[in-house]
């Protein structure tokens, strides 16, 4: 499966943005879905994941609240909507497919968007 990720920009501190990721193929509701993110001079971090069927989702705590994951199966697309945002929140996105378990480790996923930059400023 191919991924693309789109969606991002810059926006001011608590302002909102919403983040999509189209997928090619027509086996996009067999993968679990999930976002990452990575800051410059950090390594990816695991923001949010969410299950095949879109009914379990899984945000690492710095998100929790802030950001919602979601997915629409007939249009191949997961989101990623962000709210609140901060400057800590700038970074770049991607979005991430796995043919097995939903993790939260980059190891755990098997497909990779291009990434999508979300600048936050202060």
């Known amino acids: 499966v191919q991924l693309q990720a789109f969606g991002g920009g810059l926006v001011h501190s608590g302002g909102s943005l919403r983040l999509s990721c189209a997928a090619s193929?027509?086996?996009?509701?067999?993968?679990?879905m999930g976002w990452f993110r990575q800051a410059p001079g950090k390594e990816r971090e695991f923001v949010a994941g969410i299950r095949r069927s879109g009914g379990t989702t899984y945000y690492a705590n710095s998100v929790k609240g802030r950001f919602t994951i979601s997915r629409d199966n007939a249009k191949n697309t997961v989101y990623l909507q962000m709210n609140s945002l901060k400057p800590e929140d700038t970074a770049i996105y991607y979005c991430?497919?796995?043919?097995?378990?939903?993790?939260?480790?980059?190891?755990?996923?098997?497909?990779w968007g291009q990434g999508t930059l979300v600048t936050v400023s202060s």
């Open positions: 193929g027509s086996t996009f509701s067999s993968y679990n």
């Open positions: 991430a497919g796995a043919r097995r378990a939903l993790g939260t480790n980059w190891s755990d996923y098997n497909y």
